[in-house]
Structure formats: C-alpha cells, structure tokens
C-alpha cells in the first residue's frame, strides 16, 4: 500500500515516527513533508499529499499541521479527496467507516506522537462500511 505524507513545521516529529511505523510495517511512504521546525506554509506540504491520492498515485494521505485544520481544508479542495480531521482513534474508525476518508488530517498539538500513531494504524486499518454510508459519501462532491 502507498501513503503519502505531508507535513508544517508543527509535525515533524509527528511525521517522522508516523514514516517509521508505516515503513516498519511495509507500506510504501511518499514523504513530503519539511523535517524542520522552522515556520513553512501548511499548503505547500498538503497539496501535494491530495494530489497523490487524487490521482492514485497513492491509496491514503496523511497530513499533519498544528490544529489540523488548515490542512485538511487544503487536502479537501481536491476532487476525490475525503480528508478527515482525527484527534482520538475513535474518530479515525468513523471518519473511514462512515465517510469513507482517503487522507487522515492530524492536530500535532492536541495529540500526543503515540496517539498519532494509534490513529495512524486505526485508520488505515479500518474499512469503508458502505451501505447507507455510500449515499452520504457520493453527495459530497460538488458537480
């Protein structure tokens, strides 16, 4: 599986043992994400990140910033993307259960780097439930 991984400078350590755990198990990590804590544009690390998964050049984000919200707002300006923002692992099993995410948007200060983990591995260990939650998921896209 490819995931790509973007992240500013709120994340870099967050990004770094989120690629370890990722590589340990055998995904394939696309990272462009800064390695400085040095003050960057959440833009220029998220965009890229939607694009992949916008083309399928890889099967799931993840995005990192300080409150996550920037990012995500990025991520979602992309066609095809479903980027959710997740804070604890439970919503990390909804936002792909229920809305069938494709990127994972991640508040490096209001969570710990284990936690971040934990809702890495949620994530992308979760599936898309489908059903009633697929005619919710297909009005999201404006046409």
């Given at each position: 599986?490819?995931?790509?991984?973007?992240?500013?400078?709120?994340?870099?350590?967050?990004?770094?043992?989120?690629?370890?755990?990722?590589?340990?198990?055998?995904?394939?990590?696309?990272?462009?994400?800064?390695?400085?804590?040095?003050?960057?544009?959440?833009?220029?690390?998220?965009?890229?990140?939607?694009?992949?998964?916008?083309?399928?050049?890889?099967?799931?984000?993840?995005?990192?910033?300080?409150?996550?919200?920037?990012?995500?707002m990025t991520a979602n300006?992309?066609?095809?993307?479903?980027?959710?923002?997740?804070?604890?692992?439970?919503?990390?099993?909804?936002?792909?259960?229920?809305?069938?995410?494709?990127?994972?948007?991640i508040p490096a200060r209001?969570?710990?780097?284990?936690?971040?983990?934990?809702?890495?591995?949620?994530?992308?260990?979760?599936?898309?439930?489908?059903?009633?939650?697929?005619?919710?998921?297909?009005?999201?896209?404006?046409?």
């Amino acid at each position: 599986m490819k995931i790509s991984i973007g992240n500013d400078h709120a994340g870099p350590e967050y990004k770094m043992a989120i690629v370890k755990m990722l590589k340990s198990k055998g995904y394939e990590v696309t990272n462009y994400g800064t390695d400085s804590e040095a003050s960057v544009d959440y833009p220029d690390f998220g965009h890229p990140v939607a694009l992949d998964v916008a083309e399928g050049k890889a099967d799931y984000g993840i995005v990192i910033c300080g409150s996550g919200n920037g990012i995500a707002m990025t991520a979602n300006k992309h066609p095809k993307v479903r980027a959710g923002l997740c804070w604890i692992k439970e919503i990390a099993y909804l936002t792909r259960s229920h809305n069938d995410a494709n990127v994972l948007c991640i508040p490096a200060r209001y969570t710990s780097v284990q936690q971040a983990i934990e809702i890495v591995d949620t994530f992308l260990n979760t599936e898309f439930e489908g059903g009633r939650h697929q005619n919710r998921v297909d009005k999201i896209s404006c046409k």
